[in-house]
């Protein structure tokens, strides 16, 4: 048997991309989950995640469990193997947003029903697939040539949306200060998943001429509150303000997975603005884990 599951949006292939598209913008999904249960495991707390995900599931039919860390305790009561392997024995999907990968890796090795990413601290692919919901809705799926920029930390959030980018063949711009700037080897890899260029640049204003899509997160993320008084001073010149959306072509859209620092990483004109996609890739977050869901657990029964 080969079970899928998403880790990382490259997990899929360029057309099983393609077709998790489909699936999202399907008006009638297939009830792959019809009175089975879905494990979602939370580390971390999310509003859009936990939302979004749990209705995902009752769309497919199934019951979504919500488990809080003190319930499952990974790798204290018990390993992340036997955690999976307990909770395969009631579900047909395991879902996990977890503070490290590696939980996800070990999970996925150790069972034979999909296991999937709602948030590492290296990907976040359901994030991805929403925010390439709301771009594909907004200038179609014929992406090659587009651009997009992303302008501050360089984050999971960041490094799955460059991934997924540049699979659909749009050009990828990083402008982040310099100790967080992306790797040289996830733009290698970028390049090699079909980006028309994935590069960095260092001046935000410069990234920002001439984007189609101008993406940015908060400069420190759950977890990371204690760096406050060390980003805040490196990011200002990163905030993402009406000026510097303006350098971005005149029918760009601003992203932001969300929640949002208001005032810091990006200004209330920009957010509330007219350009702001925002609350439509947070409302996309549902179709694709239902998306995502459904063609994974299709597929990997196929496989039996």
């Known amino acids: ?7 990382e949006i490259d997990d899929f292939s360029h057309e099983e991309l393609d077709q998790v598209f489909e699936r999202c913008t399907e008006p009638h999904p297939v009830r792959v ?4 249960g879905a494990a979602l495991i939370f580390e971390k707390p999310s509003n859009r995640t936990r939302n979004s995900t749990e209705m995902a599931v009752v769309e497919l039919g199934g019951h979504p469990i919500y488990l809080k860390p003190d319930e499952v305790d990974i790798d ?10 307990t909770l395969a024995c009631y579900h047909s999907v395991i879902a996990a947003r977890v503070f490290d990968h590696t939980v996800l890796e070990r999970m996925a090795t150790a069972v034979e029903i999909p296991v ?3 948030l590492s601290d290296l990907s976040h692919p359901l994030q991805a697939i929403a925010d390439l919901l709301t771009i594909r809705a907004e200038f179609g799926p014929a992406l090659g040539g587009r651009t997009v920029t992303w302008v501050g930390d360089y984050s999971n959030v960041a490094r799955s949306l460059g991934y997924a980018c540049a699979m659909q063949g749009m050009k990828v711009r990083f402008s982040c200060p310099e100790a967080y700037q992306p790797p040289a080897e996830d733009l290698v890899v970028m390049a090699e998943l079909g980006a028309d260029w994935a590069e960095y640049d260092g001046d935000p204003h410069a990234a920002a001429e001439g984007t189609d899509v101008l993406v940015t997160d908060a400069w420190y993320s759950m ?6 008084a060390i980003r805040k001073p490196l990011f200002e010149r990163y905030r993402v303000d009406q000026a510097l959306l303006d350098r971005a072509h005149d029918d760009a859209i601003f992203l932001h997975c969300l929640p949002a620092h208001r005032g810091e990483e990006v200004t209330n004109e920009v957010l509330d603005g007219p350009q702001s996609r925002v609350w439509t890739a947070a409302r996309n977050r549902q179709p694709a884990a239902r998306g995502a869901l459904e063609w994974l657990v299709i597929t990997s029964e196929a496989a039996r």
Do not use: K, W
Request: charge should be negative; proline fraction near 0%; hydrophobic fraction near 30%.
């Open 1 to 7: 048997m080969t079970t899928r599951h998403l880790l």
């Open 33 to 36: 989950l019809q009175d089975r």
């Open 76 to 85: 204290g009561r018990e390993s992340a193997e036997d955690v999976a392997r």
């Open 116 to 118: 999937v990413n709602l």
């Open 223 to 228: 977890g990371q509150e204690e760096e406050q």
